[in-house]
């Protein structure tokens, strides 16, 4: 061991020798090239002895080694500014860096604010800010006090939590037994008794059978008739809060709806909606949404997923993308970066229609149902009635039923064909498929809800058809209109498409 010791030192000595002497090398050197004093004696002892010709070639030789000189400056110069550059590069980046992550720890206040903002204008309907949206979390979903606060290195941290509040949750069986007409009036004396808003038994049959027909549900009218309180009293009487989504003009995709990633905090950005759908997805419960002053913002913008998403008939297939890829430990109801949409959840969104508002497309309200609220409700003496823990299996199960038993009679159907050709015909508008599919179910809910089949076309039709008719020229159709409306009391019967022609007038006077 000490032979290996020795040659070991003798064998790194020789290297590191080496170096050593190139470092001395290098700096004896530098001087050397720059020593002024030895140049100008070498020329003062051969000075004596250039002849004329050799004095031009001495020239070129100072020229050569002060041009050699030169460039090395250049170089060092050159290298010198290139480190700098870099150098600053890097600080430059260091200091965006900072100002980034001081830029997004204002958005997070913003957002806290914007919450506080959202909290306030939920309390304004008589929710309780910080409250699950979608109502109390079931005592049988319980949360250990340890895990509370902890997000354990989830970039889903809300969802997480949903997940730990619903571990032991067993899905409720509230062994309901009410018909849509029981329903109907059980939750108009519940709105009136409860919240003291009134509503005509006739808007709760339209109601649930939107709800019926579409997902999708557009309360429109002028501002201060109970648009936004319908939605509120149906969760509450559902005994789940309304999630209450505030519509921005700025918003221009569905970011807005379900959040996005935050590449600097490695978190997702959760929305209080997404929360919601998240939430709903662990029960048999009925949920709603409410998309306040939908139109501020175009919807076929920030809600075009959903809308193609809802169309779809097998519910299997409601599957929207949150995050691109998965982590292991993403939420239970989040796989592969997806999420089900689920289908115990509706969407109703309101409209007021002035100036500050974007026009709703026929895509858009060709995949709803819209529901035109105009007049106040007027008071009646209620029976007090307390909410009501609904299934949306059996909900569901009663509008399929109702389908079943109360299907559109082949009169009715052959009556709407006649009124499509004269549409055509006379007006150049037709309803496709999609509406005749949305008109099948509506119409048979509306009946089983207590009401009558064609007061049900009437309003159908009005809504979702001649609706289209404010988009042509009056002064090609104001002499058509008359012609139409003999041409319903007809076929359906004097007065009774009350609804299409009150709107039918309506437009011929403003034409």
């Known amino acids: 061991m000490i032979t290996f010791t020795q040659f070991l030192y003798e064998f790194l000595g020789q290297f590191l020798t080496g170096i050593i002497n190139i470092i001395k090398d290098i700096i004896m050197t530098i001087p050397q090239m720059f020593n002024i004093p030895a140049y100008v004696r070498i020329l003062s002892n051969y000075k004596s002895d250039f002849t004329g010709p050799e004095w031009v070639l001495v020239v070129i030789s100072i020229f050569l080694v002060l041009l050699m000189v030169a460039m090395t400056v250049a170089l060092i110069a050159l290298i010198s500014r290139k480190y700098i550059k870099i150098r600053k590069k890097g600080l430059n980046q260091e200091a965006l860096l900072d100002e980034i992550s001081q830029l997004n720890g204002r958005i997070m206040r913003l957002m806290r604010e914007k919450d506080e903002i959202m909290a306030m204008k939920v309390s304004q309907l008589g929710l309780k800010p910080g409250e699950n949206p979608f109502g109390e979390i079931p005592e049988e979903a319980g949360e250990s006090e340890e895990n509370e606060g902890e997000d354990n290195g989830q970039r889903f941290p809300k969802l997480a939590d949903i997940d730990l509040q619903f571990k ?105 909606l997404l929360e919601c759908l998240y939430t709903a997805t662990y029960t048999d419960d009925v949920y709603t949404v409410i998309l306040d002053e939908m139109n501020l913002a175009r919807v076929e913008y920030y809600f075009a997923e959903m809308l193609s998403i809802l169309e779809m008939p097998n ?127 509506f119409v048979p809910v509306y009946v089983a809800c207590g009401g009558d089949e ?45 609804e299409c022609i009150e709107f039918l007038l309506r437009l011929k006077k403003m034409g």
């Open 454 to 498: 064609t007061e049900a076309v009437d309003y159908f039709m009005a809504k979702k058809v001649l609706r289209k008719f404010e988009g042509l020229n009056m002064a090609l159709i104001r002499d058509e209109i008359d012609g139409y409306i003999d041409f319903l009391d007809k076929t359906f019967g004097k007065g009774k498409m009350a």
């Open 168 to 272: 032991n949750y067993k899905v409720q069986n509230y062994n309901n037994s009410f018909t849509l007409e029981e329903l109907c009036e059980t939750f108009r004396n519940f709105a009136a008794s409860r919240l003291g808003l009134y509503y005509t038994s006739h808007m709760m049959k339209l109601f649930i059978a939107a709800l019926a027909s579409t997902k999708l549900v557009i309360l429109q009218g002028i501002s201060g008739t109970g648009k936004t309180s319908l939605a509120y009293a149906w969760g509450k009487f559902l005994k789940h809060d309304s999630c209450v989504v505030s519509v921005q003009p700025s918003w221009r995709d569905r970011t807005e709806l379900f959040g996005y990633f935050n590449e600097f905090t490695k978190k997702f950005n959760e929305t209080q």
């Open 315 to 441: 519910r299997d297939e409601w599957i929207i993308e949150v995050v691109a890829s998965p982590w292991e430990n993403d939420p239970k109801h989040i796989t592969n970066g997806r999420i089900k949409i689920p289908a115990n959840t509706w969407y109703i969104g309101t409209i007021n229609n002035d100036d500050s508002t974007f026009m709703v497309t026929d895509k858009v309200y060709d995949r709803a149902m819209p529901i035109d609220i105009n007049e106040k409700g007027v008071p009646f003496d209620p029976v007090d009635t307390d909410p009501l823990d609904v299934n949306f299996s059996y909900l569901d199960g009663l509008f399929e039923k109702a389908m079943e038993e109360y299907a559109m009679s082949p009169a009715s159907l052959k009556k709407i064909d006649l009124m499509d050709d004269y549409t055509i015909k006379h007006f150049r508008v037709a309803f496709g498929n999609r509406i005749v599919k949305h008109m099948r179910k």
